[in-house]
């Protein structure tokens, strides 16, 4: 890769999050900024989660996506607390349940993609419905409890510094390190750029665009673990926030919606940009019509002044 | 009709020139870069003259008509249509000049009906009820050449059979409405037609010959040309290298016009490596297709004309080796560059690696280093003209970019290195390394199975099979392979 002195793509989330520090700050004063940022920061985490997964999706080839985001997390936060049925030694359990129907799902969402030869926006859409039915079916309108231990772990502080969003950075770290240093990211981004190409250079191209369709069910149904910790409970509606936006991270975030490339950090521009953006409007007093106005224009702006990489 | 009031002679177009000459072009040279696809070619075509034009593939057939028809641009050279010099030419002229050409890519659209698509080139068909009118237009002429070919003309073109497509595409060159028709190019029209309507296209384009409409043929099915040409022009590396009238021409005449400008060359390979235990035996789909066995260390080449099934049996092969018990580690080294070749986001490094990942994995992890390492000595060895291993692929002309796809092949632990016609549109210094190259891998014991369409690459071969219609038909070993031998049987039938 070669290095430009240019801003690469992914900064600009970055910076215009920054800018909405500054203003949100300014505007309701400097004794709020630290707690603006940890609370950007704890929202942003699991956006960054779901987002993680999503690129991995993304960057296997033009068209690849997966809808089933949302609903592969809600199932997931469902399954795992009735696991843990309100107990902290079933901790450990209740997360490989959660991080098991993530990858099941995952699965399942390729096998629709490559048996039934669907594009990916339709099969992924229709096992949300699947997938969705399914928790409605285990807990139904109510919302289910989860261990006190798994709300404690996500609200933990560390000396003032909280210990989740630092944990997902880790993620980060190791996502960005799968992409640039182990085969099988290297194979994804084959196989995103060209498909022809990689199955001739020996690649085996379902293999990996199965695991990455795991993987982002098993990022989604992480999400959902934590989520229901984070917010008190498992609800039918929680994942519904995360279809655009863990779509939004990627692309903000400098991830090739025509495959092939792949930005872990720019999610993280992206993650805060959002959550800065609507804790801004919030404090501005704006209406909530308005300030989804606001976001869509800002999106449409953003990826519009962003400078892309000419693809021949 | 030209409308060009500063001209006198508003209706050149109309007439012929002294010497009676339609189409008369000198010296035509195109050239990509430093490649040559057209090197100086005259040519020339007579109203109601029916000309057949041969050559093996690469020849220059297609750009010489392309730029008769304004599809691509001379580089150099004239060009005289009906008398008068022509500077710029285009598609759009030359269909106002009433020339028309049948490609060999089809050329309709598909989403439209074959009414439609007769629409398009006739401007005139406008106004209310075009859809009706072009009907009447296209309806008779496919009636005319094809009776009783039972197309629907409001149906998709999409949905019609590619031999009724074709159909389509050949009667809707001979449609005429406000422009005059005077000469259409048919390039390998008859290889989706069966065996009826390739008769009647042939007597029709008798028919139109004697109406004052030229025809130029191109096809590999020689005995089309001597049934209705009255001259045929035979192509070799980008030039006319013979025209004879067409009475008393016979096949083996002409396959051996063909040949013979070849120079003859010294054998590079030349020994018939001792028979052994070949790495791959893959069999024909039936007994007229051969089996394919490949040793160790031998130079396997494919032949014949493009597209008769070499590229499909290299995949076979490619992928049954992947798929064997012992899996045998094979490589391909893809000739579509752009589509099937490069992976355009990233570096030279990144290409070349990407077969050899599994070997510079290091407790894991992709060692940098050891990629580095490999990228670098082997874009040395094949020469690749960049400023660094970490320059964008897209940044490289064609020939360097192949050699980065063949130092992605012979870089990684390949015991057999498929070649798809790699060197299409390669300069001749490029292929000179890499020829070089291949020899002396093959004597370190790799096996090479290598499609080409140029028949001077087969010298570098131990055995060939040649292919038609499909099936590897002929095999020939050593001294016996020679291009007459490779042209006769790729063209097939009778014996000379």
């Not at chain 1, 400097?30 to 991995?56: C, H, N, W, Y």
């Not at chain 2, 007994?287 to 160790?296: C, H, Q, R, S, Y």
């Amino acid at each position: 890769m070669t290095r430009r002195l240019s801003l690469a793509p992914w900064t600009y989330g970055f910076i215009v999050a920054l800018a909405m520090w500054v203003v949100t700050s300014a505007y309701s004063g400097i004794d709020s900024a630290g707690a603006t940022l940890s609370g950007a920061l704890a929202f942003g985490a699991f956006s960054v989660v779901v987002g993680t997964g999503q690129m991995f999706v993304v960057a296997s080839g033009p068209g690849n996506i997966d809808l089933s985001v949302p609903s592969v997390l809600t199932l997931a936060a469902y399954v795992s607390i009735t696991v843990m049925q309100g107990s902290d030694g079933m901790l450990l359990p209740g997360l490989l349940a959660a991080l098991a129907v993530g990858a099941v799902a995952g699965a399942a969402n390729f096998l629709a993609i490559v048996a039934l030869r669907l594009p990916p926006i339709i099969a992924t859409l229709a096992w949300s419905f699947v997938f969705q039915s399914l928790a409605f079916n285990l807990g139904g309108q109510a919302t289910l409890k989860p261990p006190a231990g798994l709300s404690r772990f996500t609200l933990m502080n560390l000396g003032g510094v909280q210990f989740m969003p630092i944990a997902v950075m880790v993620l980060t770290l190791v996502a960005m390190v799968v992409l640039k240093r182990t085969v099988w990211g290297r194979q994804l981004l084959a196989t995103g750029q060209s498909e022809p190409a990689a199955r001739l250079a020996g690649i085996n191209v379902a293999r990996v665009r199965l695991i990455a369709y795991m993987l982002c069910g098993t990022a989604a149904a992480l999400a959902g673990f934590l989520l229901a910790g984070f917010s008190g409970g498992a609800a039918l509606n929680m994942g519904d926030a995360y279809l655009m936006e863990s779509i939004a991270v990627v692309v903000l975030g400098g991830t090739s919606v025509a495959g092939g490339q792949a930005n872990a950090v720019g999610i993280w521009g992206a993650a805060l940009f959002f959550n800065l953006m609507s804790t801004m409007l919030n404090t501005f007093g704006i209406q909530a019509g308005v300030r989804f106005l606001l976001t869509g224009v800002l999106i449409i702006l953003i990826v519009a002044l962003v400078p892309r990489p000419r693809v021949r | 009709m030209m409308n060009d009031p500063t001209s006198p002679k508003r209706d050149a177009a109309e007439t012929v020139n002294a010497d009676g000459l339609l189409i008369e072009v000198r010296d035509v040279r195109k050239h990509y870069d430093a490649v040559h696809a057209l090197g100086g070619v005259d040519f020339h075509l007579k109203p109601g003259e029916v000309v057949g034009l041969v050559g093996h593939n690469g020849a220059g057939k297609s750009t010489l008509m392309n730029v008769l028809a304004g599809t691509i641009e001379r580089s150099s050279g004239s060009f005289r249509l009906g008398g008068r010099e022509i500077g710029a030419w285009s598609a759009a002229s030359a269909q106002q000049a009433g020339l028309r050409c049948i490609f060999q890519e089809l050329s309709l659209c598909a989403n439209l009906t074959s009414a439609e698509n007769t629409r398009i080139v006739h401007r005139s068909l406008r106004g209310l009820g075009w859809r009706r009118r072009a009907r009447q237009v296209i309806g008779p002429v496919l009636d005319e050449i094809f009776p009783g070919h039972g197309i629907d003309l409001d149906r998709k073109v999409a949905d019609l059979p590619i031999g009724e497509r074709q159909m389509v595409e050949i009667a809707r060159a001979f449609t005429q409405t406000s422009i005059k028709l005077r000469a259409v190019i048919l390039d390998e029209p008859t290889s989706a037609l069966g065996h009826e309507a390739t008769e009647q296209l042939l007597a029709h384009i008798r028919r139109a010959a004697g109406r004052g409409i030229a025809c130029i043929l191109i096809t590999h099915r020689l005995n089309e040309i001597l049934a209705v040409c009255d001259r045929t022009v035979v192509m070799v590396d980008g030039k006319v290298v013979a025209e004879r009238p067409t009475a008393g021409l016979s096949r083996a005449a002409l396959v051996e016009l063909m040949g013979s400008i070849e120079r003859p060359r010294e054998r590079t390979a030349g020994k018939v490596a001792s028979v052994q235990a070949p790495v791959i035996r893959h069999a024909g789909r039936d007994t007229t297709d051969l089996t394919i066995d490949v040793g160790k260390g031998e130079v396997i080449g494919f032949a014949g004309l493009d597209g008769h099934g070499q590229r499909e049996r290299l995949r076979a092969m490619f992928y049954a080796s992947r798929r064997q018990r012992e899996a045998l580690p094979g490589a391909y080294v893809a000739g579509d560059r752009g589509s099937e070749g490069v992976f355009s986001l990233w570096s030279i490094a990144d290409n070349l690696t990407i077969r050899s990942l599994n070997a510079l994995t290091r407790g894991g992890m992709i060692s940098g280093a050891a990629a580095r390492k490999l990228a670098e000595t082997w874009s040395n060895r094949l020469n690749v003209k960049a400023p660094s291993i970490d320059t964008p692929i897209l940044s490289l002309s064609g020939g360097n970019q192949q050699k980065v796809l063949f130092a992605r092949a012979l870089s990684s632990d390949a015991e057999v290195i498929f070649l798809d016609d790699p060197m299409r549109g390669v300069d001749v210094g490029t292929k000179q390394e890499v020829y070089r190259l291949i020899r002396a891998e093959a004597e370190n014991g790799r096996a090479f199975v290598w499609y080409t369409t140029e028949l001077e690459e087969l010298t570098n071969c131990e055995r060939i099979y040649v292919f038609r219609e499909g099936r590897a038909v002929t095999r020939l070993e050593g001294e016996a392979i020679e291009t007459g031998r490779i042209l006769q049987a790729s063209f097939g039938g009778d014996h000379v």
